[in-house]
């Protein structure tokens, strides 16, 4: 099964665009961003999720660690 969050790799204004089940929600700056995306979405456990977990996220460009280039 593919990842349910797909982040691609940060753009010129260090946004990163979020896409959950294949529908775009937005770009995130920052860890926070994209939390505040997965808590509208009602992803479980949102709040604690590891953002590293490959089942969930699929991370271009670098990982959650990444917000600009």
Do not use: C, Y
């Not at 896409?19 to 992803?43: M, S």
């Not at 456990?45 to 271009?60: R, T």
Request: glycine fraction near 14%; avoid cysteine.
């Amino acid at each position: 099964m593919d990842p349910r969050v797909h982040i691609h790799k940060p753009d010129d204004e260090g946004g990163r665009l979020v896409h959950v089940d294949g529908t775009i929600l937005g770009r995130a700056f920052n860890e926070r961003d994209l939390r505040e995306f997965l808590r509208r979405v009602e992803l479980p456990g949102w709040e604690d999720v590891d953002l590293n977990d490959g089942s969930i996220f699929k991370w271009e460009g670098g990982g959650p660690e990444t917000w600009q280039e």
